[in-house]
Structures are given as structure tokens and as C-alpha cells.
T-cell receptor, first 114, second 115 residues
Framework: AQTVTQSQPEMSVQEAETVTLSCTYD???????LFWYKQPPSRQMILVIR??????QNATENRFSVNFQKAAKSFSLKISDSQLGDAAMYFC???????????FGQGTILTVHP | DTAVSQTPKYLVTQMGNDKSIKCEQN?????MYWYKQDSKKFLKIMFS???????INETVPNRFSPKSPDKAHLNLHINSLELGDSAVYFC??????????????FGPGTRLTVL
């Protein structure tokens, strides 16, 4: 079974600075998808960024980018120019190609200081 | 326009009661999911339906029974509620099918509190 591990329960960053959230996963599959979701206090799950395992190029979405290391099974999220609105719980998730279920990590609470 | 909606948003009930949570999506998706987020914020898949057919049934007590009357709806019925059922339940949908890069759209969640 696939597992996803986020080793940082909490992280903090100053506004306008850069922060990196870590995620590692375990799978025997060669093809899969990885996601980062954001959950603000409103509890709505919001997709931040996604990566296909067969693409070596790291995904970017505005201030959000990933560092995908397939051999190391690592998928970290970098947030540049952090804003107060980035404060939330961030979940790393793995999706297989068969049944489509998301397997989530434990989450990282990000605090942004003004 | 709400893409994935759940009712109710909050549900407080007594142990032993039976309750249902409803989910509807207006995105034309054919796959729907139920996830449970426990008190430690851990999210785990419970069920998935594809075109009204059950395709994922994780190790969930059989007191939980999903029902999909059509592709746009996936309801969750819970019998004999227990204290440990207190959690936030999320419905999600995606298209097309289960594979691929398809983003899952989540509902707002239903916070269930069992007293």
C-alpha cells in the first residue's frame, strides 16, 4: 500500500519570505500523480499544484513550485513571496492510476508572520 | 454556483442514532468519493463510486453505507453512531473516470459530532 509522510507538523515563515514543505512517499508503481492541497480554517480543500510522475520537469503555479525527486520518492512544495493568505494546513497526496483514490500525508500547518 | 455541495454542514447527534449526509455535484463528473478527516486532521478515503458502481470500499465499518442514486449524487448513511464517528466528512468528485491527472473537487465538508 502506498504511504505518504509529511515530517513537519508545523512550519512558520515571515511574510514575503520563502518556505519549503517536505513530503516523501512510498510506492512500487512507476506511474502515478502527486498533489499538494491547501486547507485553510474554512476547511475547504483547495488544489495548489500537481505533478505527473513520468514528467521530470517540476511543476510551477505562480508562487508555488515543487521539487520532485522520483528516485528519492520526494515531493516538496516551495512557496515564494509568502503571503498572509497562505497560512493553512497543507497536505501532500498521492494518486494511483487505477482507482483514483488520494492517499494523504499527515499535513503541515503553515503559519505566516507579518 | 457550488460545484460540490454537502448537506448538512454541521450535524450533532446522540450515540446510537442513524444519520445521513448528502452530496451533490453539478460538474458532470462520473466518479465520486467520501473521505473522513479525523480529529488529528488525517484524511482517509472511505468509498468511491464510478458511474453509480462501488469501486473503492476501504476498511470501513459496515455501519457506513454509501448510496449513489445517480452520477450526480453520493450519499452516506451511518447507522448506530458511535463517539469515534465524530469527524469531518468530505465528498469529492472527478472526471473522467478514476485514472489520469483528474483533479478531485471537494465539497465543504460535514462536521459530525456524536455526543
Amino acid at each position: 500500500a502506498q504511504t505518504v509522510t509529511q515530517s513537519q507538523p508545523e512550519m512558520s515563515v515571515q511574510e514575503a519570505e520563502t518556505v519549503t514543505l517536505s513530503c516523501t512517499y512510498d510506492t512500487s508503481e512507476s506511474d502515478y500523480y502527486l498533489f499538494w492541497y491547501k486547507q485553510p480554517p474554512s476547511r475547504q480543500m483547495i488544489l495548489v499544484i500537481r505533478q505527473e510522475a513520468y514528467k521530470q520537469q517540476n511543476a510551477t503555479e505562480n508562487r508555488f513550485s515543487v521539487n520532485f525527486q522520483k528516485a528519492a520518492k520526494s515531493f516538496s512544495l516551495k512557496i515564494s513571496d509568502s503571503q498572509l493568505g497562505d497560512a493553512a494546513m497543507y497536505f501532500c497526496a498521492y494518486k494511483d492510476t487505477s482507482y483514483g483514490k488520494l492517499t494523504f500525508g499527515q499535513g503541515t500547518i503553515l503559519t505566516v508572520h507579518p | 454556483d457550488t460545484a460540490v455541495s454537502q448537506t448538512p454542514k454541521y450535524l450533532v447527534t446522540q450515540m446510537g442514532n442513524d444519520k445521513s449526509i448528502k452530496c451533490e455535484q453539478n460538474l458532470g463528473h462520473d466518479t465520486m468519493y467520501w473521505y473522513k478527516q479525523d480529529s488529528k486532521k488525517f484524511l482517509k478515503i472511505m468509498f468511491s463510486y464510478n458511474n453509480k458502481e462501488l469501486i473503492i470500499n476501504e476498511t470501513v465499518p459496515n455501519r457506513f453505507s454509501p448510496k449513489s442514486p445517480d452520477k450526480a449524487h453520493l450519499n452516506l448513511h451511518i447507522n448506530s453512531l458511535e463517539l469515534g464517528d465524530s469527524a469531518v466528512y468530505f465528498c469529492a468528485s472527478s472526471h473522467p473516470g478514476t485514472g489520469g491527472f483528474n483533479e478531485q473537487f471537494f465539497g465543504p465538508g460535514t462536521r459530525l459530532t456524536v455526543l
